[in-house]
Nanobody, 116 residues
Framework: QVQLVESGGGLVQAGESLRLSCVASGFSFSTSVMNWYRQAPGHERELVALITAFGSGKTYADSVKGRFTISRDNTENTVYLQMDNLKPEDTGAYYC?????????WGQGTQVTVSS
């Protein structure tokens, strides 16, 4: 079955960095678009970044452009989200996502908290 396991969240101060990881299994990772979403308290889940199958295409939410970088390692079935210059408004639960065989799959999420 499809499994997505995120890690790397934590509590940091504004301006610091974190790197999130998502290890995937149970599907064809190397041919799948991978997504990072986040959800802040009281807000809807929003797409933060996506990366195409071989990493040639990347898309970012306007709010994170220039600060976040998505990447993947198809040999390790892992997608990363490097988050630099973090801001308090980046606080939330971050989720790895894949749409596979017309179904959406989510990890359990990893919490990122940025203090001012």
């Amino acid at each position: 079955q499809v499994q997505l396991v995120e890690s790397g969240g934590g509590l940091v101060q504004a301006g610091e960095s974190l790197r999130l990881s998502c290890v995937a299994s149970g599907f064809s990772f190397s041919t799948s678009v991978m997504n990072w979403y986040r959800q802040a308290p009281g807000h809807e889940r929003e797409l933060v970044a996506l990366i195409t199958a071989f990493g040639s295409g990347k898309t970012y939410a306007d709010s994170v452009k220039g600060r976040f970088t998505i990447s993947r390692d198809n040999t390790e079935n892992t997608v990363y989200l490097q988050m630099d210059n973090l801001k308090p408004e980046d606080t939330g639960a971050y989720y790895c996502n894949v749409r596979y065989n017309l179904n959406d799959y989510w990890g359990q999420g990893t919490q990122v908290t940025v203090s001012s």
